[in-house]
């Protein structure tokens, strides 16, 4: 399978005709054409739909524009980093990090990597830390940004030095929201909004007792603000990290910390072994600076 061919099929996917892809590329459909046989031949699969209108994918298919995606881009990236290795401090760096206020210190660093070396960009891939795990072990990012999770251990890490406290999130007016703060059995019969990442989150699943399947979880959440609409509306109350979402002035929301309290450490990730271009390596120094400056 050549990466020649895969661009091909995503043109495809992304024309949904032979006529536009072909026009696209600057290549004959009868070329495009002959070319998408051989590769259905090849998988031995077939991966599209054709009708005269327009050009559909099969579930192959549409796996198959997932993985093509992810290795052209993973080819780009190794060729700007290749390019790159002689040159000044240049090319593009990518971090995938999950809602967090130590991102503060990433983007600290951002900021003076830009005032030192205006040729080098960042690309910040947001996703919860199953999915920016995934894109560093397959090559997609250079570093993530993570809470505490199994296989921390696996990568070299920095631990950051903002950290979160669960808390729960309801509205001003809530009957809960006089209390200081909130225990088990204030909410453990009331309609829960958590993190999809909820049941591998050892502190917080033994705080509620390690008996996830008599609580009353309506619903998940991969971005907080979107649980934070729901709260407004009164579905429920969600189960999420501080000082992310603003609750002052005309908020209709407020927060309360769990009792016991469950606080959650911050680090920053890149793979073992991995060798670093001279702008990630560089970053990487200015991360380490940046975080002796916040301690």
Not at 218 to 226: H, V
Not at 262 to 268: A, I, K, L, P, S
């Amino acid at each position: 399978m050549e990466i020649r061919v895969l661009q091909y099929f995503l043109a495809i996917a992304r024309e949904e005709t032979i006529v536009g892809a072909a026009e696209a590329l600057h290549i004959t459909q009868p070329t495009l054409s002959r070319q998408m046989k051989d590769l259905e031949d090849e998988l031995g699969k077939k991966l599209f739909v054709r009708s005269n209108k327009k050009i559909t994918l099969t579930d192959e298919g549409m796996l198959l524009r997932q993985r093509a995606e992810e290795i052209v881009s993973l080819v780009h990236k190794t060729e700007l980093e290749i390019t790159s290795l002689d040159s000044l401090i240049s090319g593009n760096i990518y971090i995938g990090s999950g809602e967090s206020r130590s991102l503060k210190v990433i983007i600290k660093t951002m900021k003076k990597m830009q005032s030192r070396y205006t040729n080098v960009k960042f690309n910040l891939y947001s996703g919860n830390a199953d999915d920016v795990i995934d894109k560093l072990d397959n090559g997609l990012i250079d570093f993530a940004l993570i809470t505490e999770h199994p296989k921390l251990s696996e990568y070299n890490h920095l631990r950051l030095p903002l950290s979160h406290q669960w808390v729960v999130m309801m509205k001003k007016d809530d009957s809960l929201s006089h209390k200081e703060s909130i225990t088990f059995e204030d909410i453990k019969n009331q309609p829960l909004i958590v993190s999809k990442e909820f049941q591998r989150l050892t502190d917080l699943t033994q705080w509620f007792h390690n008996d996830l399947d008599s609580l009353n979880i309506i619903s998940s959440y991969t971005l907080l603000y979107n649980a934070s609409l729901m709260v407004e509306e009164g579905l429920g109350y969600a189960i999420c990290f501080d000082k992310l979402i603003n609750t002052t002035g005309n908020s209709l929301l407020t927060y309360r910390p769990l009792a016991p309290s469950v606080n959650v450490e911050n680090y920053f990730i890149w793979k073992k072994h991995q060798v670093l271009t001279k702008a990630s390596q560089c970053f990487l120094d200015l991360v380490q600076e940046t975080i002796k400056e916040t301690t």
